[in-house]
Each structure stands twice: as structure tokens, then as C-alpha cells.
């Protein structure tokens, strides 16, 4: 039997995909391998212009023992993790609850409402830039971590309640009648009913909104200065000098940035792909 037309298409276009696809991971990952090709080069490689060339000498132990122990690295990591874990938390928590009630509850502006969750998620965060820090500065919120956390919280929560209502809205509805029927309370088919049925989807958004704050680098400009409240993401131009930037310890503070959130992927990769994938198949 010789291969049909059809079938010399699809070989040879399955041979096209196996060529561009370490091409395309390749240029995924440029970036990042030169990144942690930077952050073991010494100083004066710099200096003489060696930026792609191979390290003159490998300094991995000096440069990231200059970004923790010479630096305030660790209190900007420190940061971070105090502005994105309660902005986790809040997000989510109120999105439930929203998600719950826009999903559930059939009233008359639950449209409405559900509308204004959606459009804003298309305002340009830019546009809000010069309000924003004007109404921290007018509540006694600029550069604290306080209100770097109540801005992400408000500003997440839309999608997030996006997110969990469609997610309950596709769960059996008979549940929730069967438990109205048993005398459940609201609050009671809320906890022990919808929620435990939500744990794919809450890790899912966990692990989106840990990336999306974690790696905030425009609000917190904006909104903070200084060590004492900046996250990392921001506190990594503190390697730059005032006529010259430290590129070796930028990209290793970069790196360490990097990695509470790919720890967070794969710690919740099972949770992550069920969450994003549920549904899907019927």
C-alpha cells in the first residue's frame, strides 16, 4: 500500500513540527540561559565587553553570595513573599465568596454585576497609574506593604471571580438543591459543599496570581521606594550604580527572583493542569 496524498501531508507536516520545536524552545529559553550564563561571569567580563563570550572565570559562589549576604536581597524577598501571600489569599477568598454568589443566586442584577467584573479586566492598568498612587498617598498607604496588598487584592479579584464563576457554574446544581431540601444553611453549602468541590480550580488561580503579583514590576515602582516595602522584582535595580549597572548581580538576583514561583508551579502541578483542564472533556 503507498501512502495516500492526506497521508504524506500529515507526515510531513508532523516532520515540520519535530524541526521548529526545539527551535521555538530554544528561543523560549534564550533569554533565561543568558540570564544564568550573566550571573557567573565576573565583573570585568563586563567591563571588556565579553557578554555572550564564556565566562573568563566562573564566580556562581562570589555573585550569589554577594546578592545574599552583601545586599538587601533577602529583605526584598522577604517582601514579596508578605505582599504576595495575603494578595493570594484575599483574591481568592473574596472571589469564592463572589464567584459563589454570582454563580448560585439568581437575582436581578447578577448579570450586571457580573458584567462589571468582566470589563474591568479590559481597563489599561497604566491609565490608573497617576490615580492610583495619588489615593495611596491620600490614605497613608504609599510605600507600605499594606496597601501594595489591598491594591492587588482589588484589582485581582475581577478576573479571579471571573474565573470562579464560570468554574461553579458548571458544577451539578443538584448538590446544592439536595442540601437546601436537608435544611443546609447557605453559608454550610458554601463550605462543605461548594468548596471542597473547588480545590482543582482554587490552585489553579493560587498558582496564577502567585506568578501574576510576584512578578509585578510596574505597581511596585509606582507605589513603593526603598527596602523597607519594596518586593524583588523591583529591589533588583538596586545593583545598578550610579554610572555603571552590576550585570553579574542583577542576573543572579534575577535568578533567585525567579525561582518561588517555578517552586510554586511544581508543587502544585498536579492541582494546576486538573484545575485548568476540568471540564474540558465531558
Given at each position: 500500500?503507498?501512502?495516500?496524498?492526506?497521508?504524506?501531508q500529515?507526515?510531513?507536516?508532523?516532520?515540520?513540527?519535530?524541526?521548529?520545536?526545539?527551535?521555538?524552545l530554544?528561543?523560549?529559553?534564550?533569554?533565561?540561559?543568558?540570564?544564568?550564563?550573566?550571573?557567573?561571569?565576573?565583573?570585568?567580563?563586563?567591563?571588556?565587553?565579553?557578554?555572550?563570550?564564556?565566562?573568563s572565570?566562573?564566580?556562581?559562589?562570589?555573585?550569589?553570595?554577594?546578592?545574599?549576604?552583601?545586599?538587601?536581597?533577602?529583605?526584598?524577598?522577604?517582601?514579596?513573599?508578605?505582599?504576595?501571600?495575603?494578595?493570594?489569599?484575599g483574591?481568592?477568598?473574596?472571589?469564592?465568596?463572589?464567584?459563589?454568589?454570582?454563580g448560585?443566586?439568581?437575582?436581578?442584577?447578577?448579570?450586571?454585576?457580573?458584567f462589571?467584573?468582566?470589563?474591568?479586566n479590559?481597563?489599561?492598568?497604566?491609565?490608573?497609574?497617576?490615580?492610583?498612587?495619588?489615593?495611596?498617598?491620600?490614605?497613608?498607604?504609599?510605600?507600605?506593604?499594606?496597601?501594595?496588598v489591598?491594591?492587588?487584592?482589588?484589582?485581582q479579584?475581577?478576573?479571579?471571580?471571573?474565573?470562579m464563576?464560570?468554574?461553579?457554574r458548571?458544577?451539578p446544581?443538584?448538590?446544592i438543591e439536595?442540601a437546601?431540601?436537608?435544611?443546609?444553611?447557605?453559608?454550610?453549602?458554601?463550605?462543605?459543599?461548594?468548596?471542597p468541590l473547588?480545590?482543582?480550580?482554587?490552585?489553579?488561580?493560587?498558582?496564577?496570581?502567585?506568578?501574576?503579583?510576584?512578578?509585578?514590576?510596574?505597581?511596585?515602582?509606582?507605589?513603593?521606594?526603598?527596602?523597607?516595602?519594596?518586593p524583588?522584582?523591583?529591589?533588583?535595580?538596586?545593583?545598578?550604580?550610579?554610572?555603571?549597572?552590576?550585570?553579574?548581580?542583577m542576573?543572579a538576583?534575577?535568578i533567585?527572583a525567579?525561582?518561588?514561583?517555578?517552586?510554586m508551579?511544581?508543587?502544585?502541578?498536579?492541582?494546576?493542569?486538573?484545575?485548568?483542564?476540568l471540564?474540558?472533556?465531558?
Amino acid at each position: 500500500m503507498f501512502p495516500t496524498p492526506i497521508e504524506k501531508q500529515s507526515a510531513g507536516a508532523q516532520a515540520a513540527y519535530k524541526t521548529l520545536l526545539p527551535v521555538a524552545l530554544l528561543m523560549w529559553l534564550a533569554p533565561l540561559l543568558a540570564v544564568a550564563l550573566f550571573s557567573i561571569k565576573p565583573d570585568t567580563d563586563f567591563t571588556n565587553g565579553n557578554y555572550w563570550g564564556l565566562p573568563s572565570s566562573f564566580e556562581f559562589a562570589h555573585n550569589y553570595g554577594q546578592v545574599f549576604f552583601n545586599s538587601d536581597m533577602p529583605r526584598y524577598l522577604l517582601n514579596s513573599f508578605l505582599i504576595t501571600v495575603p494578595t493570594v489569599i484575599g483574591a481568592v477568598a473574596l472571589s469564592a465568596m463572589g464567584g459563589f454568589a454570582l454563580g448560585i443566586y439568581k437575582f436581578r442584577a447578577n448579570l450586571w454585576i457580573f458584567f462589571m467584573f468582566v470589563a474591568g479586566n479590559f481597563v489599561p492598568f497604566q491609565i490608573l497609574m497617576v490615580p492610583v498612587r495619588d489615593l495611596t498617598l491620600g490614605l497613608g498607604l504609599y510605600n507600605t506593604k499594606t496597601g501594595l496588598v489591598l491594591f492587588h487584592i482589588a484589582f485581582q479579584t475581577g478576573f479571579c471571580t471571573l474565573f470562579m464563576r464560570n468554574f461553579i457554574r458548571s458544577l451539578p446544581y443538584e448538590l446544592i438543591e439536595a442540601a437546601r431540601v436537608e435544611g443546609v444553611a447557605e453559608w454550610r453549602i458554601f463550605w462543605y459543599v461548594v468548596l471542597p468541590l473547588m480545590k482543582p480550580a482554587l490552585a489553579a488561580l493560587s498558582v496564577l496570581i502567585f506568578t501574576f503579583i510576584w512578578n509585578d514590576y510596574f505597581w511596585a515602582v509606582v507605589l513603593t521606594q526603598g527596602p523597607e516595602s519594596q518586593p524583588v522584582t523591583a529591589g533588583i535595580t538596586s545593583f545598578n550604580a550610579q554610572f555603571r549597572a552590576a550585570y553579574h548581580l542583577m542576573s543572579a538576583g534575577s535568578i533567585v527572583a525567579a525561582l518561588p514561583p517555578v517552586a510554586m508551579f511544581f508543587l502544585m502541578q498536579k492541582h494546576f493542569i486538573a484545575g485548568l483542564t476540568l471540564g474540558a472533556v465531558k
